[in-house]
């Protein structure tokens, strides 16, 4: 097949997925050429968070094609702060909220979610908005404070890191969405999709005190999720990661999917303005082969809304 034909194939194939999938009556995992994404980051802007998400997947091919019948899905957005979602400290409701039911509507058997909070856990999750979303949605919300429900593992590529505890929701399920907020951060310049491992796992002042950029790499190249949707629907451009007030935010109706967490990061970066260079972790994990800051060297779908 000459490389225009495959082209015209790539898109059209694309095509026809968005359009099943946004079919009430057909799914996009229907298709038999279905055998993975045709894109391997898609980039939307200009909607609302569950509109970008629904057409970005749907680009992706549809979330059938990661998410299996009887599938346990734990979605794992930031939670991280007792603040109301114009602040933009913590995933977009509306986001996380369409997330879970696409998982239900795709066949997953249960959906949970959950974060190892920086305030206390319970006032993150209501104020935040999350906790009405995910019930509305049908999923289901655990805490994630307590040591007990944390496990050892090892890390056999870690430089820095060597072993860490992981909470078992995650050990324990079939498949995981990672749902980062963008936003600035005083330690890390960002926090993306590999940072938000941080709500994961156990012992995160290990990280602060051990090379932070190093540990968040180390990390990634244990934990790789499914997918990764970057809310930046709102962005906290200054004072992050919890942000003074919603003048640190600016609105920039954006969404990005990827199955790779480095190249997610790194598109996510260029979005708030700085070079994926530029952000040490982002750079680490692109030189220990986690994933990929090279963009040009992607098929990547940008929408337009």
Same mark, same amino acid.
């Given at each position: ?8 194939f790539?898109?059209t ?8 999938a ?6 996009s ?37 990661f ?22 400290? %913590? ?11 696409? %998982?239900?509507?795709v066949?997953?058997k ?7 909070? %920086?305030?206390? +856990? ?6 935040s908005?999350?906790?009405k979303?995910?019930?509305d ?44 907020v ?22 995160r002042?290990? +990280? ?6 190093? %540990?968040? &790499? ?38 990005i ?10 598109? &996510? ?13 982002i ?23």
């Open positions: 097949m000459g490389e225009l034909n495959r082209r015209k790539l898109k194939g694309a095509a026809a997925g968005a359009a099943l946004l079919s009430n009556k057909s799914k995992q229907d298709i038999p050429f279905f055998t993975g994404p045709v894109y391997d980051l898609v980039a939307i802007k200009g909607g609302e968070p569950a509109q970008m998400y629904d057409l970005a997947i749907a680009s992706m091919g549809g979330l059938g094609l998410i299996k019948k009887g599938d346990t899905v734990v979605v794992k957005p930031n939670i991280g702060w007792d603040t109301s979602p114009e602040r933009a400290a %913590c995933t977009n409701p509306e986001l996380v909220g369409r997330i879970v039911k696409n %998982c239900y509507e066949g997953a249960e959906v949970r979610v959950f974060d190892y909070t %920086c305030n206390d +856990w319970e006032k993150c999750y209501q104020n908005g999350i906790e979303a995910v019930k949605a049908g999923g289901k919300l655990f805490q994630g404070n307590l040591e007990k429900f944390y496990r050892e593992v090892t890390i056999p590529m870690g430089k820095k890191l060597k072993k860490d505890k992981v909470h078992e929701l995650i050990l324990e399920s079939d498949k995981f969405i990672n749902v980062p963008l936003k600035n951060h005083g330690s890390a310049v960002l926090t993306i999709a590999m940072k938000n491992h941080m709500g994961i796992i156990w012992d002042r290990y +990280w602060h005190r051990n090379d932070l950029h190093q %540990c968040i &790499a180390d990390f990634a190249s244990f934990m790789k999720p499914t997918l990764n949707v970057v809310d930046a629907y709102r962005v906290m451009k200054r004072n992050g990661p919890r942000g003074i007030s919603e003048d640190d935010v600016v609105k920039m109706k954006s969404l999917i990827s199955t790779d967490q480095v190249a997610a990061d790194a598109a &996510a970066a260029k979005l708030f303005g700085i070079e994926p260079e530029d952000v040490p972790h750079k680490l994990a692109h030189e220990m082969g986690v994933g990929t800051m090279d963009l040009e060297k992607l098929r990547i779908n940008r929408i337009k809304i």
